[in-house]
């Protein structure tokens, strides 16, 4: 009898396995002359080579499955293990069409509207993308779906997520507790938005082991973002060295999207904002795209788009 070890690499095995193990129960009953064996993050399997073969085959499916889905139940199980592979071919080409990737509990991420449709796509041309528009368009959180997709299918090595540290004339002096405690509340939308892509297990291991920085735009000043995907968020607050320090950061193999609000600058009032001169500036570069977001792409309540229409009027009479 032929013996092996399988290790289950960032997956948590409680997930995987199931409730009660019902992964491995129903995997015994697919498999009946393969004893297995769980320990762990480690899968002892012992029978004949050949069935060890196809039980590797399905098994790999399965953690492909269990990665790109952050689920993994009955009836998924029972169609990898049964399908002759065209199955899964034909319905992830399907899926490719309409979904940016699946969240977490399998919560399906797409571009809800045609700018954000838009984004996605000049981003695959281009390794700069300027989205700009008012709150509540999804430029951040499309933005990152963007970011994570690229980090699964392995197109980029880590996601760096910046913003400049200014809010409404606060002062982060005043702010209680250390440097990261005072830095959270300015970063909470990148962590709102990463916490519906990434298992909780998974995403604190990648912000560990540094595949996930999330960081003020100060901490990038002397790097060089090599095989990254970068994302300057509220870049309208950035100042005019403040965003040539970023831009010039751009490394080989990286992707760089700035997203921001012209209508809501933080900035003291004679300051001129980084990105309404950026976006002057590099407007006719190849390789660099702009997206305008408007109100017909907010995704929140619907008084929001209400309330940017009332605003808008007041800003122009």
Same mark, same amino acid.
């Given at each position: 009898?032929?013996?092996?070890?399988?290790?289950?690499?960032?997956?948590?095995?409680?997930?995987?396995?199931?409730?009660?193990?019902?992964?491995?129960?129903?995997?015994?009953?697919?498999?009946?002359? #393969?004893? $297995?064996?769980?320990?762990?993050?480690?899968?002892?399997?012992?029978?004949? +080579?050949? $069935?060890?073969?196809?039980?590797?085959?399905? @098994?790999?499916?399965?953690?492909?499955?269990?990665?790109?889905?952050?689920?993994?139940?009955?009836?998924?199980?029972?169609?990898?293990?049964?399908?002759? /592979?065209?199955?899964?071919?034909?319905?992830? =080409?399907?899926?490719?069409?309409?979904?940016?990737?699946? /969240?977490?509990?399998?919560?399906?991420?797409?571009?809800?509207?045609?700018?954000?449709?838009?984004?996605?796509?000049?981003?695959?041309?281009?390794?700069?993308?300027?989205?700009?528009?008012?709150?509540?368009?999804?430029?951040?959180?499309?933005?990152?779906? #963007?970011?994570?997709?690229?980090?699964?299918?392995?197109?980029?090595?880590?996601?760096?997520?910046?913003?400049?540290?200014?809010?409404?004339?606060?002062?982060?002096?005043?702010?209680?507790?250390?440097?990261?405690?005072?830095?959270?509340?300015?970063?909470?939308?990148?962590?709102?938005?990463?916490?519906?892509? #990434?298992?909780?297990?998974? $995403? +604190?291991?990648?912000?560990?082991?540094?595949?996930?920085?999330?960081?003020?735009?100060?901490?990038?000043?002397?790097?060089?973002?090599?095989?990254?995907?970068?994302?300057?968020?509220?870049?309208?607050?950035?100042?005019?060295?403040?965003?040539?320090?970023?831009?010039?950061?751009?490394?080989?193999? =990286?992707?760089?999207?700035?997203? /921001?609000?012209? /209508?809501?600058?933080?900035?003291?009032?004679?300051?001129?904002?980084?990105?309404?001169?950026? @976006? $002057?500036?590099?407007?006719?570069?190849?390789?660099?795209?702009?997206?305008?977001?408007?109100?017909?792409?907010?995704?929140?309540?619907?008084?929001?788009?209400?309330?940017?229409?009332?605003?808008?009027?007041?800003?122009?009479?």
């Amino acid at each position: 009898m032929n013996e092996r070890s399988i290790a289950l690499t960032e997956i948590d095995p409680k997930d995987f396995f199931g409730e009660h193990n019902s992964t491995i129960e129903q995997l015994k009953k697919y498999f009946p002359k #393969i004893k $297995l064996v769980a320990r762990g993050t480690n899968l002892k399997i012992y029978g004949e +080579a050949t $069935l060890l073969d196809e039980f590797e085959n399905r @098994l790999e499916q399965l953690i492909k499955y269990f990665h790109k889905y952050n689920k993994l139940d009955e009836n998924s199980i029972e169609r990898i293990l049964t399908s002759t /592979g065209k199955e899964e071919k034909t319905a992830a =080409a399907m899926s490719a069409k309409e979904v940016l990737l699946h /969240g977490v509990n399998g919560k399906l991420i797409k571009p809800k509207t045609a700018n954000q449709k838009k984004m996605v796509a000049l981003i695959q041309k281009n390794d700069m993308l300027f989205a700009v528009g008012p709150a509540g368009t999804g430029k951040t959180y499309t933005a990152v779906a #963007i970011a994570v997709k690229a980090l699964k299918e392995k197109e980029v090595r880590k996601i760096i997520l910046t913003r400049p540290a200014v809010e409404s004339g606060e002062n982060l002096g005043f702010l209680p507790g250390d440097l990261k405690d005072k830095l959270d509340p300015y970063m909470q939308p990148l962590y709102d938005a990463l916490r519906d892509m #990434i298992p909780h297990e998974r $995403l +604190a291991s990648h912000i560990e082991k540094g595949i996930i920085q999330i960081a003020p735009l100060a901490f990038m000043r002397g790097r060089t973002l090599d095989n990254a995907f970068v994302i300057l968020d509220e870049a309208q607050n950035t100042t005019h060295s403040q965003m040539k320090m970023f831009l010039t950061r751009m490394g080989k193999n =990286a992707k760089f999207i700035i997203n /921001g609000d012209p /209508g809501q600058i933080d900035l003291p009032r004679k300051q001129v904002s980084g990105l309404k001169e950026s @976006l $002057l500036a590099l407007k006719d570069i190849e390789g660099i795209a702009q997206v305008y977001l408007d109100d017909s792409d907010v995704v929140r309540h619907r008084l929001v788009k209400r309330i940017i229409s009332a605003y808008k009027r007041i800003e122009t009479e």
